[in-house]
């Protein structure tokens, strides 16, 4: 059987359909078949501390906070609302960092501070290690955790003459 011209024509309009079909066969099986999945977001944003505890007293580089019966106290003797600041702390959330993006900081991470937050009900303290890079704060929750939080350095570590 011989073709002609038109012939051939129509088998290599139907083949380029064919390749074309077989080529996006896969994607569309994706998209019609199977049950999409919800995405997994990248980044974890956690607690600092777990909701059920509760500050005690909170050490910070310059200044320490106890509760006692009366209420906040601060060695030195500061000015601003304590109650307020330590709300601060313990409703501080971050995101998670991983190892890969904690090997991509490590140079940046010059000068620790510590923190020690004592907590109700527990013996020993709960020790941070805090790092102030450019545009965020790194934060170690001694549980072998890293977060990234982006707060100003006045909102977690006020200068003694700040009024929160």
Do not use: C
């Amino acid at each position: 059987m011989r073709l002609t011209r038109r012939g051939w024509n129509n088998v290599i309009i139907i083949g380029v359909l064919v390749f074309i079909a077989v080529i996006q066969l896969p994607e569309l099986i994706r998209t019609r078949l199977i049950t999409p999945t919800t995405p997994v977001p990248s980044s974890t944003v956690i607690p600092l501390f777990a909701q059920d505890r509760i500050i005690q007293r909170l050490l910070l580089p310059a200044i320490t906070f106890q509760h006692a019966d009366t209420g906040w106290q601060s060695q030195p003797v500061v000015t601003f609302d304590i109650a307020t600041l330590i709300m601060h702390w313990q409703t501080l959330k971050g995101t998670l960092v991983n190892e890969h993006q904690l090997a991509a900081l490590k140079s940046q991470l010059i000068t620790p501070h510590t923190i020690e937050v004592w907590l109700v009900g527990h013996a020993q303290p709960q020790r941070i290690t805090a790092y102030q890079l450019p545009s965020f704060w790194l934060f170690n929750n001694g549980n072998g955790q890293w977060l990234a939080v982006t707060v100003n350095a006045d909102f977690l570590f006020p200068p003694l003459s700040s009024k929160l």
